[in-house]
């Protein structure tokens, strides 16, 4: 199994700055994931991480607003860019690992942004 | 556009009574089939996964798989208050690696 961290747990930011999230996973893992979850949404997937090289993006999100680094194997950040109220969320880090399936994602407990 | 949809919620059973949720999927290539639990204000936990056609059960839970009708359904046998969450079923599709999330389906277990 993978244990994820995630900082920080919770943030209130201003309009038009910037948060950068950081993931930590307890053992070095091939995909990363971001996934967004508004209230009371389910989980809506930003990016897969890729270690060396430009994170892939899902539709409706942007390499400008969301910038991706995934450093080395347990490691990655995701920056909310220039930020309005709309991008108040959870923002959760995932990795796949190998735990009770061969492809198994297991969850960060998230970080909770609210933008004022 | 590759859709996964759940049963609408909420979803209310007494306590011992089997709860139904029901998922479907639209791309038909899809081969890994998840169900994820999520309590309120904490991140989502795999409680069954399914590959094949059929049901698959571990301990209380049991998960159906039918691909030509695509759909993926979990059972709940002797619901209990812990079991009250809600229930995400997620679809890794053809060619992807990441896991696609349905609309979620809230599950309340009446004591």
């Known amino acids: 199994s993978a244990v994820i961290s995630q900082k920080p747990s919770r943030d209130i930011c201003q309009r038009g700055t910037s948060l950068t999230i950081q993931c930590q996973v307890d053992?070095?893992?091939?995909?990363m994931f971001w996934y967004r979850q508004q209230p009371g949404q389910s989980l809506t997937l930003i990016a897969t991480?890729?270690?060396?090289?430009?994170?892939?993006?899902e539709s409706g999100f942007v390499i400008d607003k969301f910038p991706i680094s995934r450093p080395n194997l347990t490691f990655s950040t995701l920056t909310v860019s220039n930020m309005s109220p709309e991008d108040s969320s959870i923002y959760l880090c995932?990795?796949?690992?190998?735990?009770?399936?061969?492809?198994?994602?297991?969850f960060g407990p998230g970080t909770r942004l609210t933008v004022l | 556009q590759k859709e996964v949809e759940q049963n609408s919620g909420p979803l209310s059973v007494p306590e011992g009574a089997i709860a139904s949720l029901n998922c479907t999927y639209s791309?038909?290539?899809?081969?890994?089939f998840f169900w994820y639990r999520q309590y309120s204000g904490k991140s989502p936990e795999l409680i069954m996964f399914?590959?094949?056609?059929g049901d698959k059960e571990d301990g209380r839970f049991t998960a159906q798989l039918n691909k030509a009708s695509q759909y993926v359904s979990l059972l709940i046998r002797d619901s209990q208050p812990s079991d009250s969450a809600t229930y995400l079923c997620?679809?890794?599709?053809?060619?992807?690696?990441?896991?696609?999330f349905g609309t979620g389906t809230r599950l309340t277990v009446i004591p």
């Open positions: 995932s990795a796949e690992g190998r735990g009770r399936s061969y492809n198994e994602q297991f």
């Open positions: 053992s070095q893992v091939t995909m």
């Open positions: 991480a890729n270690q060396g090289s430009e994170a892939t993006y």
């Open positions: 791309d038909r290539g899809s081969q890994s």
């Open positions: 399914i590959y094949s056609n």
């Open positions: 997620a679809v890794i599709h053809s060619g992807a690696n990441n896991l696609f």
